[in-house]
């Protein structure tokens, strides 16, 4: 059968287009969805079921849609728990509301178009149709579309270090991917616990080991021991932001926002009024620039702007405050296998070489860069000039409106939402980002299948 639309993934960015898909398209038009995680749209993030490991945005810009930008709050109410638009909720209630917009949208059967779940993944991509793509699966079917929007997200980034030379009682205290949480029921309550990388997801690992009554140690080894900030209780109305008058050089750039935080009194303010603006400001910027931000100012913009709620702060900075967990800025240079695991280091800014001792390494450098080298799909459509790596190998190439380049000829229409487009838009990896972006694609999708049968 080839679908007037065929979505390749199975986590937020998918959930979004498909939800906007089913609501756009004629009650003819056909969906199937392509993906291998059985929790559909929930990914790894909101899967979780600890309540303190939580959303870091406020619920009331958390809707699936972004014409009802109240119904996450209202899903709450309705669920006896009453937080307000501007209270962080838990993952794991964002993902049951994700489950439940999209069965409520499914379940209405009058004037809906039809919609396929194939559990499996895309392993190869065919060229058989004239109109239309098609994709081998790896539980031996196939399946072919006119349009196409590739949903892959990433995974976790590798470790940073070689682990074939420790012996196998070491490997296995090495926790590669933190969020199959099981690996904390595994750790002694008083062991040492190094954690690699300084962001979210060590503040959610973080959070999790001491809720599961653990009493030891915790250190924290980043390139830079940046951590990120905090969201206020009662923040202050966004700063007025004109990024059409921002140079476009990345120090000017810096100098400006600086001194526009100086004259609001709180950085947030500016942070908040670059936030819906972020897009249009990179794309302002010539290669050049980017790429200096990619590497010199990118740390900072990450724990300014992803930030975590006020209250997870709090109980983070105690333990930091206690000593039970600290956190140290330097290069690892490898790790050896002694009594116990021995990381040795580089101080950054120099310094005599340094070393942790730690029972466990938890890998929290958090995701890979959404590019071609991480899905053998993508890396076969590319082989086949389907698809072609962004300049700075953030992801895919893209247009405006989402849509990947397709060769001459071609009647097949392409399209990515979400990571693999950040080479255009940069800020594309939040919730209020792509359920826009996820809009938009389904939109363009319904207008060509009406004039495709009218």
Same mark, same amino acid.
């Given at each position: 059968?080839?679908?007037?639309?065929?979505?390749?993934?199975?986590?937020?960015?998918?959930?979004?287009?498909?939800?906007? *898909?089913?609501? &756009? +398209?004629?009650?003819?038009?056909? $969906? !199937?969805?392509?993906?291998?995680?059985?929790?559909? #749209?929930? /990914?790894?993030?909101?899967?979780?079921?600890?309540?303190?490991?939580?959303?870091?945005?406020?619920?009331?810009?958390?809707?699936?849609?972004?014409?009802?930008?109240?119904?996450?709050?209202?899903?709450?109410?309705?669920?006896?728990?009453?937080?307000?638009?501007?209270?962080?909720?838990?993952?794991?209630?964002?993902?049951?509301?994700?489950?439940?917009?999209?069965?409520?949208?499914?379940?209405?059967?009058?004037?809906?178009?039809?919609?396929?779940?194939?559990?499996?993944?895309?392993?190869?991509?065919?060229?058989?149709?004239?109109?239309? *793509?098609?994709? &081998? +699966?790896?539980?031996?079917?196939? $399946? !072919?579309?006119?349009?196409?929007?590739?949903?892959? #997200?990433? /995974?976790?980034?590798?470790?940073?270090?070689?682990?074939?030379?420790?012996?196998?009682?070491?490997?296995?205290?090495?926790?590669?991917?933190?969020?199959?949480?099981?690996?904390?029921?595994?750790?002694?309550?008083?062991?040492?616990?190094?954690?690699?990388?300084?962001?979210?997801?060590?503040?959610?690992?973080?959070?999790?080991?001491?809720?599961?009554?653990?009493?030891?140690?915790?250190?924290?080894?980043?390139?830079?021991?940046?951590?990120?900030?905090?969201?206020?209780?009662?923040?202050?109305?966004?700063?007025?932001?004109?990024?059409?008058?921002?140079?476009?050089?990345?120090?000017?750039?810096?100098? !400006?926002?600086?001194?526009?935080?100086?004259?609001? #009194?709180?950085?947030?303010?500016?942070?908040?009024?670059?936030?819906?603006?972020?897009?249009?400001?990179?794309?302002?910027?010539?290669?050049?620039?980017?790429?200096?931000?990619?590497?010199?100012?990118?740390?900072?913009?990450?724990?300014?702007?992803?930030?975590?709620?006020?209250?997870?702060?709090?109980?983070?900075?105690?333990?930091?405050?206690?000593?039970?967990?600290?956190?140290?800025?330097?290069?690892?240079?490898?790790?050896?296998?002694?009594?116990?695991?021995?990381?040795?280091?580089?101080?950054?800014?120099?310094?005599?070489?340094?070393?942790?001792?730690?029972?466990?390494?938890?890998?929290?450098?958090?995701?890979?860069?959404?590019?071609?080298?991480?899905?053998?799909?993508?890396?076969?459509?590319?082989?086949?000039?389907?698809?072609?790596?962004?300049?700075?190998?953030?992801?895919?190439?893209?247009?405006?409106?989402?849509?990947?380049?397709?060769?001459?000829?071609?009647?097949?229409?392409?399209?990515?939402?979400?990571?693999?487009?950040?080479?255009?838009?940069?800020?594309?990896?939040?919730?209020?980002?792509?359920?826009?972006?996820?809009?938009?694609?389904?939109?363009?999708?319904?207008?060509?299948?009406?004039?495709?049968?009218?």
């Amino acid at each position: 059968m080839i679908y007037d639309a065929v979505v390749v993934g199975s986590g937020f960015s998918a959930i979004a287009t498909v939800g906007n *898909l089913v609501e &756009l +398209l004629p009650e003819t038009a056909s $969906i !199937a969805v392509v993906g291998d995680d059985p929790g559909f #749209g929930r /990914g790894t993030a909101y899967r979780t079921e600890l309540y303190l490991h939580r959303l870091n945005v406020p619920a009331g810009r958390m809707s699936l849609f972004p014409d009802r930008p109240d119904a996450f709050v209202e899903w709450l109410r309705e669920r006896k728990r009453p937080l307000g638009g501007g209270d962080f909720a838990s993952r794991q209630d964002y993902g049951l509301y994700l489950r439940d917009s999209l069965a409520a949208l499914l379940r209405s059967r009058k004037r809906r178009c039809r919609v396929d779940f194939i559990k499996a993944k895309a392993s190869g991509c065919v060229e058989r149709y004239g109109a239309a *793509l098609g994709f &081998l +699966l790896d539980n031996g079917g196939e $399946i !072919a579309g006119r349009s196409i929007v590739l949903c892959l #997200g990433v /995974g976790n980034a590798k470790l940073p270090f070689d682990q074939s030379q420790l012996s196998a009682d070491a490997q296995s205290h090495i926790i590669e991917n933190p969020w199959r949480l099981s690996w904390l029921r595994r750790v002694g309550r008083t062991d040492t616990v190094c954690i690699l990388g300084s962001g979210l997801t060590m503040i959610d690992q973080v959070l999790a080991l001491f809720a599961h009554g653990f009493m030891g140690k915790v250190i924290v080894l980043s390139r830079r021991g940046l951590v990120p900030l905090n969201h206020i209780s009662h923040p202050q109305p966004a700063a007025e932001i004109d990024v059409g008058a921002l140079p476009t050089r990345m120090s000017e750039i810096l100098h !400006a926002l600086r001194r526009e935080s100086r004259n609001a #009194g709180d950085w947030r303010r500016v942070m908040d009024g670059l936030r819906p603006k972020t897009q249009a400001l990179w794309l302002r910027l010539p290669d050049s620039e980017r790429r200096r931000f990619l590497r010199h100012a990118l740390p900072w913009w990450n724990i300014h702007r992803h930030r975590v709620a006020p209250d997870v702060f709090r109980r983070f900075e105690s333990m930091m405050q206690s000593g039970q967990v600290s956190v140290r800025a330097g290069y690892l240079r490898n790790v050896k296998d002694a009594e116990a695991l021995i990381l040795h280091y580089r101080p950054r800014g120099g310094g005599v070489a340094a070393s942790i001792q730690a029972d466990w390494i938890v890998n929290c450098t958090g995701m890979e860069r959404a590019g071609i080298a991480h899905s053998p799909l993508l890396q076969e459509m590319q082989h086949k000039g389907l698809v072609e790596a962004d300049p700075l190998h953030l992801g895919l190439i893209v247009d405006a409106q989402s849509r990947i380049p397709t060769p001459i000829g071609s009647k097949v229409a392409l399209y990515a939402v979400g990571a693999l487009t950040a080479g255009q838009f940069w800020e594309i990896t939040a919730v209020p980002d792509i359920r826009i972006q996820a809009r938009k694609v389904a939109q363009a999708i319904a207008d060509s299948v009406r004039s495709d049968h009218p």
